[in-house]
């Protein structure tokens, strides 16, 4: 072989070794984190008909469950959501001159919450022609539960709620069903009646 083809071969090789290394360093980009999609279905509701002193209407992807254990809590109820794995507690308390108290508890439950929350914000509620009237906590960040309400006439009724997932409360692949619930307990509020 003479000397030109050596230099040729030489020159080929190092070429196709530069484009070969060069072909190797990927810059690697880290990727978001990734969450399941959950399919919502589309928004019905339908009327709470039992004997209750209080209806409302829930959403019909929903079941109500009862929640009593004893017979003072002979109307307590939870509506389950199966498909998003989560509940919404519903608790009834005859009022009894005791309002005030009532209500600095249900602000203590809500408040609990404060040391996982980013904030908590309250919505006053008030319909005079129902005679109902209210407070929704809404609770950001990685707290358990992320809404609370209460409900009362003041005089004789009360009714309280909070919405709990069977699943780490992770703000950010819990929003959009946490979202999505809100609605449905906005919907209970306003259509809430005492019987």
């Known amino acids: 072989m003479h000397k030109g ?28 984190r990734g969450y399941f999609r959950i399919d919502l279905p589309e928004k019905e509701y339908k009327q709470l008909d039992t ?4 209806k409302f209407k829930y959403p019909r992807y929903a079941k109500i469950v009862n929640a009593s254990s004893v017979d003072s809590e002979k109307y307590w109820i939870n509506i389950e959501y199966p498909d998003l794995n989560g509940k919404i507690h519903i608790s009834y308390k005859e009022v009894n001159n005791n309002i005030n108290k009532i209500i600095e508890d249900s602000r ?10 980013n904030a908590i914000s309250e919505t006053m509620y008030a319909n005079p ?3 109902v009237y209210g407070i ?4 950001e960040g990685n707290a358990a539960s992320s809404v609370q309400f209460f409900l009362t006439d003041s005089v004789e009724h009360y009714l309280r709620g909070a919405l709990y997932f069977n699943a780490e409360p992770e ?25």
């Open 5 to 32: 083809s050596i230099l040729t071969y030489i020159s080929v090789f190092i070429i196709i070794a530069s484009i070969i290394l060069s072909g190797c360093k990927r810059k690697y980009t880290p990727k978001p």
């Open 136 to 139: 929704l906590y809404e609770i």
């Open 108 to 117: 203590k439950l809500a408040y609990k919450h404060s040391i996982k929350a």
């Open 171 to 195: 703000k950010d692949s819990l929003a959009p069903v946490i979202n999505y619930v809100k609605e449905d307990i906005n919907v209970l509020i306003e259509s809430f009646e005492w019987n």
């Open 51 to 54: 004997v209750f002193p209080y």
């Open 129 to 131: 022609q129902k005679k």
